[in-house]
């Protein structure tokens, strides 16, 4: 079996639906009825839905389980580099060959009936999570909620709505209730939910479908609460306080997110090695992620290298909260995004730190805003901007100029694993 035989069959795999993402859960009810309903045989679920920070709370309570002893299968996506990432059987990355089996499975089930990318490869996910012992499953929503291929587990252990803000507006709606009413879409009837940090228009939503659905919630500033005092991280809730050392994930949101982890490790009844083990262990790539290997490092040894895939709004405010608590040090951008995003209100929260923007295409990616769309962008911002044709051209550029500069390479997820693929 050759190492690039997964490969293959998710190229053909792409090919099953005319669209990358058609919201229903009709294809994947019955994938999975053909594949024997493995849904229904999945060590005890987390079900995680959320604009920003889904992945890096995902990051954390796989740490924590682990930091107790305990093993947990874990579904996210995208990947950055590699398909594998998305799928982690009872901690470690699926290998080739039972991704190979799996995929080898799904397709053959699926008969060559129509099904996107996504449905398909959660339905192989599912199936291998079913077949592998652990102690509990993250599951990471990948649009919305309500319709999305993972919403198929009929009674998770817990779910946890992360803060919810503008985006997919095509997909999802256009105003912030709307978005919220399909991440509520993962609500269940007696299944507790952790709710992060939200703007009082999203709670109402989750609060009347909570209500609606028989969800009992546990929300962040009413049920538990999270900061930072002197140096460490307090949680308190209803159990007691708790005082820990502050996130290894940098940026203030990280600390929300630390404290949707603590209040679901508290009940899921996690002993308190979980908890410092959340906090200190968790690793997220491409989320303010220092680069100090491969040619980027190389070819800039005095500058400061970062890369981050937010590309929302809001991971724009927190990207700009977590730049200007680092000490003072020119900055300068190389941004790429995608055509589906809004690169103005991203960009619009780091104008006042950024010294200068490179924008780049991103490679191989058809949905890629052009550099001169986003350093059009940049400057309806207020960033002054140029064109670079690659992250390598624009690195130079900038440590040509500023040698000891801080670089933030930022816009997308997708650039982000370009970068990692030869940085990593």
Not at 34 to 58: E, F, Y
Not at 158 to 167: E, F, K, R
Not at 186 to 192: D, M, R, S, Y
Request: a negative charge; glycine letters at 8%.
């Amino acid at each position: 079996m050759s190492s690039d035989t997964s490969d293959i069959i998710l190229e053909r795999m792409m090919s099953l639906h005319p669209k990358i993402i058609d919201l229903t859960l009709d294809r994947v009810w019955r994938l999975l009825e053909a594949l024997g309903n493995p849904q229904d045989r999945l060590p005890p679920v987390i079900h995680i839905a959320g604009t920003n920070g889904k992945g890096s709370t995902q990051a954390m309570l796989r740490a924590g389980f682990e930091g107790a002893g305990k093993t947990a299968h874990a579904y996210t996506s995208p990947h950055l580099v590699r398909f594998h990432e998305r799928i982690r059987l009872a901690g470690q990355l699926i290998s080739e060959e039972a991704l190979t089996a799996v995929l080898d499975e799904c397709e053959a089930a699926n008969g060559g009936e129509g099904i996107t990318y996504f449905e398909i490869t959660t339905c192989a996910a599912l199936l291998a999570f079913a077949r592998t012992s652990a102690d509990y499953t993250l599951l990471e929503v990948g649009l919305g909620g309500r319709l999305d291929a993972t919403n198929v587990v009929d009674k998770p252990a817990l779910t946890v709505i992360t803060p919810v803000s503008m985006d997919h507006q095509s997909y999802l709606g256009e105003t912030l209730a709307e978005i919220a009413f399909e991440k509520a879409g993962i609500l269940k009837n007696g299944v507790t939910c952790i709710v992060g940090r939200q703007e009082d228009e999203a709670l109402e939503v989750i609060e009347r479908q909570a209500a609606r659905v028989g969800a009992p919630l546990l929300v962040h500033g009413q049920h538990w609460h999270v900061g930072p005092e002197h140096g460490r991280l307090v949680f308190q809730d209803e159990t007691g306080l708790l005082d820990l050392p502050l996130p290894r994930l940098l940026g203030h949101h990280q600390f929300d997110n630390a404290g949707i982890v603590l209040a679901a490790l508290r009940q899921l009844g996690l002993p308190e090695s979980a908890y410092e083990a959340a906090l200190t262990r968790a690793e997220w790539p491409a989320r303010m992620q220092r680069l100090t290997k491969g040619p980027l490092a190389q070819a800039a040894p005095s500058a400061e290298l970062w890369l981050d895939g937010g590309h929302n709004p809001a991971a724009g405010i927190a990207l700009a909260r977590l730049l200007g608590d680092l000490p003072p040090k020119p900055l300068h951008l190389i941004c790429g995004m995608l055509n589906t995003k809004q690169p103005v209100d991203y960009l619009t929260p780091l104008a006042p730190l950024a010294q200068s923007l490179q924008a780049v295409s991103i490679e191989g990616v058809t949905a890629t805003l052009s550099a001169e769309e986003t350093a059009a962008a940049a400057r309806a911002s207020g960033i002054r901007a140029s064109e670079a044709k690659s992250v390598d051209a624009a690195v130079a550029a900038i440590v040509e100029q500023q040698p000891d500069a801080r670089i933030l390479i930022c816009g997308s997820l997708y650039l982000a694993g370009l970068v990692l693929h030869d940085n990593g």
